[in-house]
């Protein structure tokens, strides 16, 4: 079990940035990726970003130019740092730790997801 705490979240106005945090506890050596996802009211989950243990990134089509991932193995962190904000940004937003089953991400945890709210 991974038990991973968010940070970071909060009121922004549009064309503003915020940089999201996550710690992983708990069973560290199962993570193969960390990411963010986000779900806005009436909408799936989608994948925001997720960057492997050996760095390769992925990034959902609508945050791709505006928004870098980073991570800090020696602190189990994971950051978001979004910038350009736009109100259809505003959404839940989840820290994700994964394992790879073939090449398929597959979740080991879950946080409890952070509020992120972009002004027009």
């Known amino acids: 079990q991974v038990d991973l705490v968010e940070s970071g979240g909060g009121l922004v106005q549009a064309g503003g940035s915020l940089r999201l945090s996550c710690a992983a506890s708990?069973?560290?050596?199962?993570?193969?990726?960390m990411g963010w996802y986000r779900q806005a009211p009436g909408k799936q989950r989608e994948l925001v970003a997720r960057?492997?243990?050996?760095?390769?990134?992925d990034y959902g089509d609508s945050v791709k130019g505006r928004c870098t991932i980073s991570r800090d193995n020696a602190e189990n962190t994971v950051y978001l740092q979004m910038n350009s904000l736009k109100p259809e940004d505003t959404a839940v937003y989840f820290c994700?730790?994964?394992?790879?089953?073939?090449?398929?991400?597959?979740?080991?945890?879950w946080g409890q997801g952070i509020q992120v709210t972009v002004s027009s």
């Open positions: 960057m492997a243990n050996d760095g390769n990134t």
């Open positions: 994700n730790a994964a394992k790879f089953v073939a090449t398929f991400p597959v979740s080991v945890g």
């Open positions: 708990g069973s560290i050596a199962s993570i193969e990726a």
